[in-house]
């Protein structure tokens, strides 16, 4: 038995699922997750020594890499400053001014403490600035774990008659929810129609990376822009995994489409809990102490986690260039992969857009949350333990995103794609 074992089994009886957050723990590959000590570049060190190459990424906030020098030295400095002071600093300043400098149609920003944080408040927001209720959210997008977001479809498109997907999710809550499908207008429209005048708003994942990686089909946004433009709701970009990774701008800079509320995390922290929801000056002007939308938070805007996000974003900002190396790591990424499969003769579907891609062990292509769920999961799992041994460590789960760094160069990508040729080929 390992240490990673050893620690997992003591961490079972102290945390839920020996864990801080589910997907850690590697049920879906089934298997005692690695306890790391330390990370560099685009390698993790578990507790027994062994090295790997990481596309997880702590789940998308080192774009740049581990331990990058420009953020741990920034980080650094502020430390010795003190950890907290529950009062404006100039930081909170800055980074607002980065992020409105960056984003398309940001014109103020609200920091929080966590993407869930975000989107929770964002939603409270759209509610608060349309005096309506209901919300629309997609089948398979994942917007954090705040009440009203977990949700199951219910039986029939147009009906309010969703299910919470967690326990202790009041039923009255949910109901205010809908759930249309990913790339299919037309269900958003009828649930337009059927609840006229009464959406807040929609919130999308512009890129779904949380069931796997699913893109947007060409019009799709655009058509959600157009149809809340029509019905009076607001169009919520959840960023908190594409914000500062499709583009410096994100979403709405990379497909050309505007958003009323956009919600930042993962990224705009550096590897410190930070999230942000921002927007117009008119929506934002309605949160509190400007307006009637209340939200606070006691280490909101911490000092240290600024640093880390201002020179996280400010490297971005400063080395445009950075995306196009990124998006052609991941080319070659899924190019290699594609040709390991076919080589092997297993039926694999490889979607990518940028630094975000996602394998699915299926012949069809995969373009909703459907397709995405006939992968064949227990390849999925056999595929990830096949290259945990080899020294590479992927998402523990298939419906999440591998995500690429600017510390990924040639040698990790042949190690990777040596690797995966072994692994397809003993599936
Ligand atoms: C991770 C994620 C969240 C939740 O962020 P946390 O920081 O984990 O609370 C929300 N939305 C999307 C799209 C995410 O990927």
Redesign the pocket.
């Known amino acids: 038995m390992g240490r990673s074992e050893e620690l997992f089994e003591q961490a079972c009886r102290l945390l839920p699922g020996g864990v801080n957050s589910p997907v850690r723990a590697y049920r879906a590959v089934g298997m005692a997750p690695r306890f790391i000590t330390r990370a560099d570049g685009a390698y993790l060190w578990d507790e027994d020594g062994r090295r790997y190459i990481d596309y997880v990424c702590s789940?998308g906030p080192m774009i740049l890499g581990h331990n990058h020098p420009v953020i741990r030295e920034a980080v650094e400095r502020a430390v010795k400053d003190g950890l907290s002071f529950g009062a404006p600093t100039r930081r909170e300043v800055e980074i607002a001014r980065l992020i409105t400098e960056m984003v398309p149609h940001v014109e103020m920003v609200r920091m929080v403490n966590?993407?869930?944080?975000a989107?929770m408040s964002a939603v409270r927001l759209a509610r608060g600035a349309t005096g309506r209720d209901k919300i629309i959210k997609f089948e398979g997008c994942?917007?954090?774990h705040s009440d009203c977001l977990l949700v199951n479809a219910g039986s029939s498109a147009l009906a309010d008659d969703g299910r919470p997907s967690s326990a202790g999710v009041p039923q009255d809550i949910v109901r205010h929810t809908l759930t249309a499908r990913f790339n299919d207008l037309a269900s958003v429209e009828a649930l337009i129609d059927a609840w006229p005048g009464q959406i807040a708003c929609v919130i999308v994942?512009p890129v779904a990376?949380?069931m796997g990686v699913v893109g947007p089909a060409p019009g799709f946004l655009q058509g959600l822009r157009d149809l809340c433009d029509r019905s009076g709701a607001l169009l919520i970009f959840?960023e908190?995994?594409t914000g500062f990774r499709l583009a410096p701008g994100g979403a709405q800079q990379y497909f050309g489409v505007r958003a009323d509320l956009v919600t930042f995390?993962?990224i705009i922290g550096g590897g410190m809990p930070v999230?942000a929801y921002c927007g117009s000056r008119a929506l934002m002007e309605q949160v509190a102490p400007c307006g009637p939308v209340y939200q606070a938070g006691t280490l909101s805007g911490n000092p240290v986690a600024m640093a880390a996000g201002l020179a996280q974003l400010g490297y971005l900002r400063d080395h445009p260039d950075l995306y196009d190396r990124l998006a052609e790591t991941g080319r070659q990424l899924a190019d290699g992969l594609r040709a390991a499969a076919k080589e092997a003769g297993t039926a694999v579907t490889i979607n990518q857009i940028g630094s975000l891609l996602a394998p699915f062990f299926t012949p069809d292509a995969v373009t909703t949350f459907t397709d995405a769920k006939g992968s064949d999961l227990g390849r999925y799992a056999r595929y990830f333990r096949g290259m945990l041994e080899r020294g590479i460590a992927l998402a523990p789960a298939q419906f999440e995103a591998m995500f690429v760094s600017a510390a990924h160069g040639q040698m990790e990508i042949g190690a990777t794609l040596a690797a995966a040729r072994e692994v397809l080929r003993a599936l």
């Open positions: 789940w966590s993407g869930t944080e989107v994942y917007h954090g994942e990376a949380n959840d908190v995994i995390g993962k999230g």
